[in-house]
């Protein structure tokens, strides 16, 4: 908001005063976080009961006069914003402030902590304990309260139904006890281990969230059920999918316990080392085809979010370079794009009970967090970024790369570490050739990262700038085998045209050794051909003294 908004905003907020969803504090640089945390729980709870967006907490107003007094509070930016870390830290499900707003007002500083509703059947606990409001007092969220939020979506939740055929002898040991050693983890400075492990089975289930009042959901068994408990959940098959489209053609069903099966899932994956050289390298960096973590996290995602009222499979296709994951059910709230960067945090989810309870066993996170670890886990690798495609109805489709699809992109990344997540979306762009915003076209050739002309754009290999032949400064420019149709192109957009003779001395040192110079005239010829058959080039001059240029678009 601009401050003519905010100053609107604080006017009507004090005019209305303190309510279940507006608290005024003076707060000086030594307000305890602890307190915030404990008011975020409070009025996020209150924001839920009342059916109301965001609710407020405001530093810089002395709560007894209603006067603006201002607050130095947090003066550094870095430190106002890491509040958002600590209490996305210790609130439970983790979520976190929509925004801090300043406002300089001319009687002093006011912070306005923009508080998001609790999500629909989800309360908000601070350090374990539940909060709400009576008037203008901070006082523990009673069970009636609690019951109200968490009774939102038992209505209307798949995952969150009750099972009344099944018992404890329908779930899987080993998945019960890989369950409790999550459950752990995430609460190590909670609970102390032993304790957990005394906890009864109806009450590790309840704790955990995977069961109500010791009952069994469906839930309960979709994590944790054994294979043949499947029946419980028909018609709906609660199943993922794994195929193999290649050469050799392959697939396998995999069922419940999902906390167990993905991992089974992932192994069938064909994995293997891919060694990217960067420039003026003789060492190659080796990293996996898939990475486990980022793998995991698509598939947990299709099952945190499919709509398992469609009796569908979630189907992982396992492609010569890359995997697809598919799952029923439109992208729930807004689109792919709002979360890359991982500033939005989801409001409500489809599957608001099974989403909890994957989150208790640290299988995925409630902050929107996910997209946004793909993107950067796959950067970090120096690999493209993943697709998402809901051209489908009612389907959402994600593609995790398993190959270097512009060995320039990926040199970059390597010889280039602090860009950011922005800019290596807009190379993989290039690399990919997808449309890209003219603005974003003139920042990266500005930074010198790409080249060409629109639309044949391309991430800048550029070792060193054009200092002499220009034959030598292409010569230059490190690229594999793969790519020698690349340079002629890349030749012809820098300087218009070239003779056979400036193409032999571009590529022949790019050729193999083992070459003589027989192979590379007819290797070259061979490239040309190719080139000119698929409408690329043209010969401007006679068969004997060839001239080539580009073919215009």
């Known amino acids: 908001m601009d401050k003519d908004k905010l100053e609107k ?8 005063w303190e309510n279940e969803v507006v608290e005024f504090k003076d707060a000086n640089d030594n307000f305890k976080t602890d307190k915030i945390g404990c008011y975020f729980s409070a009025l996020a709870n209150e924001a839920n009961l ?5 609710a407020w907490l405001i530093f810089g107003v002395d709560n007894k006069t209603r006067k603006i007094i201002g607050t130095d509070y947090r003066l550094q930016k870095e430190r106002l914003q890491m509040l958002k870390m600590q209490i996305s830290e210790n609130s439970e499900p983790s979520i976190t402030l929509r925004e801090i707003h300043e406002l300089q007002h001319e009687k002093g500083r006011v912070l306005f902590l923009e508080i998001p509703a609790a999500p629909s059947g989800l309360p ?5 304990h539940y909060y709400s409001r009576s008037g203008e007092s901070l006082t523990a969220l009673g069970i009636d309260k609690q019951d109200i939020i968490r009774q939102q ?3 209307m939740d798949w995952t969150a139904q009750i099972v009344p055929e099944a018992t404890f002898e329908h779930l899987n040991e080993k998945a019960v006890k890989q369950a409790k050693s999550s459950f752990i983890k995430k609460y190590a400075n909670r609970f102390d281990s032993d304790e957990i492990e005394k906890w009864s089975i109806e009450t590790f289930l309840n704790r955990a969230k995977l069961a109500v009042d010791g009952k069994i959901t469906r839930t309960t068994l979709l994590l944790l059920g054994k294979k043949e408990s499947s029946h419980l959940l028909l018609p709906h098959p609660a199943q993922l999918t794994w195929k193999l489209v290649s050469s050799e053609q392959a697939y396998e069903h995999f069922g419940p316990p999902f906390l167990l099966t993905t991992t089974a899932l992932y192994k069938k994956i064909r994995n293997f080392q891919v060694r990217i050289l960067p420039n003026d390298a003789l060492i190659p960096i080796e990293v996996s085809k898939y990475d486990q973590k980022i793998v995991l996290e698509a598939l947990h995602n299709c099952i945190a979010h499919q709509d398992y009222s469609c009796n569908a499979r979630i189907i992982v296709t396992e492609i010569e370079d890359k995997l697809t994951f598919e799952n029923e059910g439109a992208f729930y709230e807004g689109c792919p794009e709002d979360y890359i960067t991982g500033s939005k945090t989801p409001r409500s989810y489809r599957n608001t009970f099974l ?3 994957m989150t208790e066993l640290n299988m995925i996170d409630t902050m929107g967090y996910g997209i946004f670890e793909m993107h950067q886990g796959q950067a970090k690798r120096y690999f493209p970024l ?3 495609d809901l051209t489908e109805t009612g389907v959402v489709k994600i593609t995790i790369y398993g ?12 010889e ?3 860009l950011s997540l922005e800019i290596i979306m807009a190379l993989d762009r290039v690399q990919k050739k997808l449309p890209i915003d003219n603005e974003v076209i003139k920042k990266l050739r500005q930074d010198n990262l790409i080249e060409g002309r629109k639309p044949n754009l391309y991430v800048s290999s550029k070792i060193a700038k054009v200092t002499g032949n220009k034959v030598d400064y292409i010569k230059n420019r490190v690229l594999d085998d793969d790519y020698y149709e690349k340079l002629v192109i890349d030749y012809l957009h820098e300087f218009e045209k070239a003779t056979r003779k400036e193409i032999n001395e571009l590529l022949y040192s790019k050729l193999s050794e083992n070459f003589d110079e027989e192979k590379k005239t007819n290797k070259v010829a061979n490239l040309l051909t190719r080139l000119r058959r698929a409408g690329k080039i043209h010969n401007t001059a006679s068969k004997k003294a060839p001239v080539w240029k580009i073919n215009a678009e």
């Not at 009342?50 to 965001?54: A, F, G, Q, V």
């Not at 908000?124 to 374990?128: H, L």
């Not at 190959?403 to 990344?413: C, E, M």
């Open 9 to 16: 905003l604080l006017y009507e907020l004090i005019e209305t």
């Open 50 to 54: 009342r059916n109301i967006d965001s």
């Open 124 to 128: 908000i606990s601070w350090n374990g």
């Open 153 to 155: 979506t038992s209505k």
């Open 355 to 357: 989403a909890q309870a």
């Open 386 to 388: 993943p697709d998402y």
């Open 403 to 414: 190959k270097i699809v512009d060995p320039a992109y990926s040199r970059l990344l390597i």
């Open 416 to 418: 280039k570490s602090d």
